[in-house]
């Protein structure tokens, strides 16, 4: 009799999307295999009848393989009752080595708070509420794209600064229609606000093609709600370097 367990299914259908997975009527299926396909909301379908002592059979399996031990290397399928100083958590009780791209990536994002915080504290300084009051509003973001990655949930705002995603891509791409100025070349005469933020949106990028290696399998790309939310991102950053240069938060 085989047992289907969570961390099978989870190699199984990564990057596929299903709404209904299929399994042989002698295949017992762990419970947190069924929470696994539940939370997905994929309909488990049985090559046969599914009795009510089946499904006590179920639920009285020991999952030793998930639960016998405390922790369960994503990579490897090993156990460990201790976790290692040189692994970290993925997700549950599922631990990668920290230098796995998925943890990279987790690192960049938390890079780019810091990053935002410090303009926040120099932006400070020049009394520009506004824009501390939209850099609040991309801090918010980026933590909602980290949540979003580490639960695996989808990614989606409809609104950033006020603004929709093609009116962000047409101010970014048309400063002259809306803000009466050429596209910005950097240079340290345009002063510690703008030049600061340049730097965030290089950061943004970094973290950009960060997400990319993390979430490349061959020639796909999953959580492309995230790396479209980063390239968003780094847009935005640059409509807040021409509102910056431009006069906007004087008005």
Known sequence: ?????????????????????????N???TPSARQFLKEKNIEIVTDGVNTEAREREEIKVTEMKETAHLYICETTGGFFNEKPEYMTHLYGNRLVYKDHPRIEFRGKLDSLQSKLLELQVV?????????????EELLTYIRK????????????TD???????????AQSHNPMNYFKIQHILPSYQMGEVVIGLNS??????E???????AFREGGNIERQDIIKA??????????????????????
């Open 1 to 25: 009799m085989k047992v289907l367990t969570e961390l099978a299914l989870r190699t199984e259908l990564k990057g596929k999307a299903l709404k209904k997975y299929v399994v042989d009527k």
């Open 27 to 29: 295949t017992i299926i």
């Open 123 to 135: 932006v400070a300084r020049y009394k520009v509420d506004g824009l501390i009051k939209d850099l």
């Open 145 to 156: 794209i980290l949540r979003a990655e580490v639960l695996e949930e989808s990614f989606a």
């Open 159 to 169: 609104m950033l600064m006020g603004l929709r995603e093609e009116d962000i891509r």
């Open 200 to 205: 965030l949106r290089t950061k943004v990028r």
């Open 207 to 213: 973290t950009e093609i960060a997400g990319i290696k």
């Open 230 to 251: 980063l390239n968003r991102m780094s847009s935005a950053v640059y409509v807040l370097m021409l509102r910056c240069h431009s006069g906007f938060y004087k008005g």
